[in-house]
């Protein structure tokens, strides 16, 4: 079970499972992850989060976007708080994948 509490200053980072409609979502899982897994959240778009720079240039700055990796930890954190320095309106999903399908959120079969 996830247990990693966001630190206060991220906590404007964090996307609850209840406001993630709406927004971009990316699976930012690294690519051994992305690859062993087997599904993904509905309408995800995987990006390698090594790649963050490269990428970033391409994601839409009129509106928000929501990045999530296996457990909500490290990952998507780093990744949102660097799609948030280059204006992207970017938050990470809370407990990541792992706390979505815990909490019997829908998942798709990774395309």
């Known amino acids: 079970m996830d247990t990693h509490t966001p630190e206060p200053a991220d906590e404007a980072m964090v996307a ?6 709406g927004s971009l979502v990316l699976d930012v899982r690294r690519t051994g992850a992305f ?7 509905p309408g995800a778009t995987w990006r390698d989060p090594a790649q ?5 240039a391409f994601v839409p700055r009129d509106r928000p976007v ?3 990796c ?9 990744t949102a708080q660097q799609l948030r320095g280059l204006g992207v309106s970017a938050r990470y999903l809370r407990g990541g994948i ?8 829908p ?5």
């Open 107 to 111: 998942v798709v079969d990774k395309e």
């Open 52 to 56: 963050v720079t490269q990428w970033a």
């Open 98 to 105: 792992e706390g979505w399908s815990q909490a019997g959120m």
């Open 35 to 41: 690859e062993q897994a087997t599904t993904q959240l």
């Open 16 to 21: 609850e499972h209840a406001n993630v409609a």
């Open 66 to 68: 929501t990045v999530y």
């Open 70 to 78: 296996v457990h909500g930890h490290e990952v998507s954190r780093n």
